[in-house]
């Protein structure tokens, strides 16, 4: 059960949150699990997500910012939501929630 309390901004935290790894291992995981929509018809694509990462680590509130593009968002949310938990951001020590905003590029291979 998710806590529905206001997240705690990113700046205001002692320790960010952070994917298992770091981050190289978050865009290697990222690429590894990236499926390119085949209706999609263009060859690179900037999609900004948002998401919530919770107290436990979990990320929840998923969000994408290309509606005209309903494929893309789709894979976002799905990729997004198939990740490992992450080592959540704390405040004197106590985890806390935060709202994360991540850019994620599609590129087509030809």
Known sequence: VT??????????????????????????????????PPQCDVERVRVNTQFIIEEDGSLNNI???KPY?????????????????WKPATVK???????????ITFKLKR
């Open 93 to 103: 020590g106590r985890p806390v929630r935060v709202l994360y905003e991540l850019p």
């Open 63 to 65: 969000s994408a910012d």
């Open 3 to 36: 806590d529905e309390k206001k997240p705690v901004d990113i700046s205001a935290v002692d320790t960010k949150p952070e994917f298992p790894g770091g981050e190289t291992a978050m865009y290697k995981w990222i690429a590894e699990n990236l499926k390119f």
């Open 69 to 85: 593009l309903p494929a893309l968002n789709t894979e976002v949310i799905r990729i997004l939501s198939d990740m490992p938990k």
